[in-house]
């Protein structure tokens, strides 16, 4: 499996651990206001606020949490911070490729968490355009396999809508799209009855590298420390593990 598929199984099974719970659930309150603020507060009109509603909903985040995030960003509801796009880039341990965006009200804090985090397992920060050009922003939607469900179900649903591949990752199905296309993918799929885990614009990676057991280890502790950060969104990184590896370290 690729690194962004490794990264989106990896996230999904972090959301059910009580020890990240926390963290989870305000990032993805932040995900939601920022988008009420940027589209306003209707989510029928608004896509990016639907699917930040839905992927914090599918990972058990309160609604009256989800309620207030929309009012703060959209007005109706003072207390809202203004949070910036930020994203940095960067090499991991075996010259891994490693892209972080963060959603933060503090530029310098971000900064130096990232570079932190970084440094302190054996990566390095990197100027702005060294590993931007090796990923392609694409629209990425994961949906829960069932009994019933073949591959060929999910790509018929979603073939007409613009998704470019379906891949099988074992417990779910990965659907990819131009990220112009995610909303039609998404909205296909529901069409056709297929529910879905998440929807998201990713950063996927146009060559992988191949990692043994020793560097398999230190990229991932160090995607652990750059995500422990408040402000960091997302990590992507250009990273291939064997199934047999990644078994090895649990």
């Known amino acids: 499996m690729s690194g962004h598929s490794k990264w989106a ?3 999904h099974k972090k959301a059910v651990v009580d020890a990240k719970r926390g963290k989870l659930f305000a990032k993805l309150i932040k995900n939601v206001e920022v988008a009420a603020r940027t589209g306003g507060g209707d989510p029928a009109g608004n896509p990016t606020l639907y699917d930040a509603i839905q992927k914090a909903k599918k990972s058990s985040v309160p609604n009256d949490n989800i309620d207030r995030a929309v009012k703060r960003g959209s007005g109706q509801e003072a207390g809202g911070a203004q949070y910036e796009n930020i994203t940095y880039e960067g090499y991991g341990p075996g010259g891994v490729a490693v892209l972080v965006e963060c959603l933060t009200d503090n530029r310098n804090r971000a900064a130096s968490d990232v570079r932190v985090a970084f440094t302190r397992n054996g990566g ?6 060294s590993v931007s050009y090796l990923f392609n922003r694409k629209g990425v939607i994961i949906v829960s396999k069932t009994k019933d469900m073949a591959e060929d179900d999910v790509l018929l649903a979603v073939l007409d809508a613009g998704a470019e591949e379906v891949n099988d990752l074992g417990e779910s199905f990965e659907v990819i799209s131009e990220a112009t296309d995610l909303v039609a993918v998404r909205k296909a799929l529901q069409d056709a009855g297929i529910d879905y885990e998440s929807a998201d614009m990713a950063f996927l ?11 398999a280890r230190k990229v991932l502790k ?3 420390a750059l995500e422990d950060s408040d402000d960091v969104q997302d990590v992507y990184a250009n990273y291939n593990v064997s199934d047999d590896i990644m078994e090895k370290l649990g």
């Open 9 to 11: 199984t990896t996230k």
């Open 124 to 129: 390095r920060m990197a100027d702005p355009g």
């Open 205 to 215: 990676p146009s060559s992988e590298i191949d990692l043994d057991e020793d560097q």
């Open 222 to 224: 160090m995607i652990d």
